[in-house]
């Protein structure tokens, strides 16, 4: 592995690995130092607790150093297209400050949210594949505008201890919200389910499809293994039945750069899609699942996220344990950048 920056580079075997792996470090199984006498920048264009505090905290019980860096805040502010005129607000590029931290550290975690102005701009990536292309250590993912791998493979984590290993009912359900919000949880959520083989069931309102080239590659990795997926307009059939309910909202990608207009358009949503008792009642015993942070009784009521059905907070737990694992992972290959000695 040279990096982390969506479950889709890497093969099953690689991410039974990397469960097991998390697991080991989770049941002090293994209390190995991979990271000791190493740094790992970890650079934060957007807010975040879980993320943040789980690699600094993971880097810490590996022997290693994290370097928190906040562009704009704590270093300067960034830029990343080519070949632009640095005349306006942006103090330094991403070609020199990310080789300059490969100098320095061993790997480089990334924050970068959707922008949401430009729905053909956001899909293909743009600030972490320059991260990537100018870097000369492993890039890590903690949430880009397309992908949350991190996040993901700590849900495939939590599915598995709750439920056991077997092939599961999931439904991935928009929920309302105020404003629209970035979709790099729900595509990787999505695409991890469907490569450890669930039957994926993903529910949203029309007008807020996920990007139909991932949604292509979703299918084919289901079937690969063995699952199956489902799209629906109707909440109510999709917790029918479903042994997992993971509910998080997201805006509709025609609305980029207009977000008035999708405010206004899923007013319409607010009382039907949210996960209430009502439709956790209607699942198999299901568990209640969010990325966090959610907002509650708008995107899941109290009752929900408060009974022994949501496992939230073992799930956030696990990013911590599933981090340790790829951070562990990254660590075999030998640093290719320049200063490579250790
Ligand atoms: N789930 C998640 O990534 O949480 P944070 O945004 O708090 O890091």
């Not at 807010?47 to 300067?76: C, D, F, H, K």
């Not at 599915?159 to 359900?173: F, M, S």
């Amino acid at each position: 592995m040279k990096g982390f920056l969506s479950t889709v580079d890497y093969p099953l075997e690689d991410l039974e690995r990397l469960l097991h792996a998390a697991e080991r470090f989770k049941h002090a199984i293994d209390v190995s130092k991979p990271l000791a006498g190493r740094s790992v920048a970890l650079v934060f264009f957007n807010p975040s607790l879980r993320t943040r505090a789980s690699m600094q905290v993971g880097i810490y019980e590996l022997g290693g150093n994290a370097v928190v860096l906040e562009p704009g805040g704590t270093s300067w502010t960034l830029e990343h297209r080519d070949g632009v005129v640095m005349d306006g607000d942006k103090t330094e590029h991403l070609a020199e400050f990310v080789r300059v931290l490969s100098r320095y550290g061993s790997a480089i975690g990334v924050r970068t949210f959707a922008a949401m102005n430009d729905w053909s701009e956001d899909r293909v990536d743009p600030v972490l594949n320059a991260f990537a292309k100018y870097s000369e250590v492993p890039i890590i993912n903690l949430e880009s505008a397309m992908h949350h791998p991190c996040q993901a493979l700590a849900d495939m984590m939590t599915i598995r201890e709750k439920l056991d290993a077997g092939k599961k009912k999931v439904t991935l359900t928009w929920a309302w919200h105020p404003k629209p919000l970035p979709m790099a949880v729900p595509n990787s959520f999505a695409l991890a389910a469907a490569q450890m083989g669930h039957d994926l069931t993903v529910a949203h309102p029309l007008g807020y499809e996920l990007d139909e080239k991932l949604m292509e590659t979703i299918r084919h990795k289901a079937m690969e293994a063995g699952g199956s997926v489902q799209i629906t307009s109707d909440i109510d059939q999709a917790v029918e039945g479903a042994e997992v309910v993971y509910a998080k909202s997201w805006g509709g990608k025609h609305f980029y750069g207009t977000p008035d207009r999708d405010i206004a358009e899923r007013a319409q949503y607010r009382e039907k899609w949210i996960v209430d008792e009502g439709k956790m009642a209607r699942t198999n015993h299901g568990i209640f699942m969010h990325c966090l942070p959610v907002r509650r009784n708008v995107i899941v009521t109290d009752g929900v996220i408060d009974s022994p059905a949501s496992v939230v907070i073992d799930e956030a737990e696990n990013r911590l344990h599933v981090q340790k694992a790829i951070l562990a992972e990254l660590m075999k290959v030998k640093p290719q950048n320049k200063r490579a000695a250790d």
